[in-house]
C-alpha cells in the first residue's frame, strides 16, 4: 500500500514514516506542502493520505478539498495542531475521514490508520 505524507516538517514526516515502518507500511512517499502533495498524487499509486493542516504554498483544508474533487474514496488522514472543534468539523466536511491532533503517541497513530483501512 502507498501511502501519501504531505506535511511542512521534516521530522513530523519521519515520525510518521518510521512509526508506518513499524506497523508494516513501508511503501511511503513524501511531500512538503499540498502544491508537492498534488503532483506526487497525480504520479498514481497512492492509496492513502496522512496530511497536515498549517502548510506553506497550500494548506493540508485546500489540498483536501482539491484531492477529494478527483479522488472522493481515498482515506486521508489529517495530522495537526488544530485541536479546536470547529477546525475538526471544518477537516470532515472538507473530506477528511479521521483526525488526529499533534502531538501524538505512535499507539494513537496506529489506532487511527487501522480504522481507516479497516
Known sequence: MKILIVDDSSTMRRIIINTLSRIGYADVIEAEHGKAGLEKLGQGGVEMIITDWNM???DGLEFVTIVRGSNPNIPILMVTTN??????V???QAGVNN???KPFTPDTLKEKI???LG
Open 99 to 101: 483526525y488526529v491532533v
Open 56 to 58: 506553506p504554498e497550500m
Open 83 to 88: 485541536a479546536a472543534k470547529e477546525d475538526i
Open 90 to 92: 471544518a477537516a470532515l
Open 114 to 116: 487501522e480504522s481507516l
